[in-house]
């Protein structure tokens, strides 16, 4: 009973806060209904719709009281609101339903694996399960189903979470972070079924010892050819290549899974986005076959303090297909968007020696591509594109092609907070020719730079009537600039 109460508690809270709650919101960036969001969970397709849970806080616009939130869209772009689904009311789960996955079952039902919190000092982290009809679920009367007893010696429950599930030859199987006795994040693998036993099968991957510390939500599927593991280090430090930024980070090991031996060999490592605003995504696959990967559009460095006046807080990232292509990651926007093309404004080779800007190619919901090139070989140091541009504010992205260098820079977008604002990575520019594709969702910017071998995604605190564009060469450039807004 105490059951139904906390979770009809939270589903009432949430269905009346939001109407209160609508706000200003981005159009195709995935907002929370109320109070807080954080990673998205769980994310799967099931019976024609796309879901996605996520870490919700119904009752505040801060971290605490973790339940999960649901929603569905039919193309990752529109999304319905669906009751919260599942609440911290058991013993193993008091003190938080923490991120995890989802699994259609071959019996028509949806699974859900979460990690449940419980004690305190240390907190216990032990892997639940639910089960449901894609609305309600229910958890399973043996919770905790992995615990200190499945965790092979030297492994404690203290840091153990984030569980990626799917089904591997009727088997369910699952991805599981832990922090290991020196301190390094390692991924763990066990099987299991709804009624039996889980064991503990192998480690997956561990922290060589230059990926931080803890590693958070992994995700585990194949991608063209090759196996990937996705994970988030807590901790790191920069390195020099400007490729790892300190503290939390995003990386794709890309390797190989000897699915018998349930041993998975990292062969590359790739940032999954160089911005200051990702973290733990999760992926599915849609039914024509492609890769979708959501992460959540924050940093847990400067998530305090960055949501006042609102009843809600959290984005998510734009969905994007991933996809390799020698070697590399590569990431677009998911091309659902193009449904939402609105008005094209196409300024084509066009010649640049100074700041300038044209008519229609301006918004703050658009889609604008751009390609720079050298008119003639080292004549062309930089080239800027400043957005959201208005009342002395913007938010700038740098080509230096002096430097090899891609910046992109909120320092003067509006915001008031001694934060990170700038992010600059290496860029090949030795062919004299950068692209850029830059998506704006009012105060959502991600920018995909050389056919989406570079993500960087940033929230600014600039308000919407900051509408201009403009670009700035440093010698002479030729540009082609395609604007395109985005409609609902
Ligand atoms: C990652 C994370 C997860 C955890 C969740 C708690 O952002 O720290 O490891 O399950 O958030 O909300």
Partial sequence: MKEQTLLRKARDHAANAADRAKGERPCFHFTPQTGWMNDPNGLCVYRGEYHLFYQSNPYRTTWGTIHWG?????????????????????????????????????????????????????PEQTQCIAVGDGVDFEKLAHNPVIGAAQLPEGYSTADFRDPKVWLEGGELMCAVACKNGSGRGE??????????????????????????????????????????????????RATADMQFHPGNNTVMMLGEYDAAAHRFEPKKRCVVDYGLDYYAPQTLKTPDGRRVMIGWMANWDTVDGAHAASHWYGHMGLPREISVRDGRL??????????????????????????????????????VSVRVREREAGGLKRFDVQIAKGGGLCTQIICSFEEGTLTL????????????????IRLDTARGEIDLRIVLDKECVEVFACGGE???????????????????AYGTAETEIVCRQLKR
């Fill in 454 to 472: 570079a993500v960087l995604s940033m929230l600014i605190d600039t308000p919407l009537s900051a509408q201009d564009m403009a670009f700035r």
């Fill in 330 to 367: 590569i990431q677009s926007p998911v091309r659902e968007l193009e449904a939402y093309w609105a008005g094209e404004t196409a300024v084509r080779r066009t010649v640049c020696s100074e700041t300038v800007s044209f008519d229609g190619v301006c918004g703050r919901l658009a889609d």
């Fill in 409 to 424: 820079d909120r320092s003067l977008s509006g915001s008031a907070r001694d934060i990170l604002h700038r992010r600059t």
């Fill in 70 to 122: 649901h929603a569905v869209s039919t193309d990752l772009l529109t999304w319905r609101h669906l009751p919260i689904a599942i609440a911290p009311d058991t013993e193993a789960d008091k003190g938080g339903c923490f991120s995890g996955g989802a699994v259609p079952l071959p019996d028509g039902r949806l699974l859900l694996m979460y990690t449940g919190v419980s004690g305190t000092n240390p």
């Fill in 187 to 236: 991924i763990l693998l066990f099987s299991g079924s709804l009624e039996g036993e889980w064991t503990y099968r192998s480690t997956l991957c561990a922290n060589p010892g230059d990926l931080g510390s803890m590693w958070e939500c992994p995700d585990f599927f194949s991608l063209d050819g090759w196996q990937a593991l996705l994970i988030n280090p807590q901790e790191m």
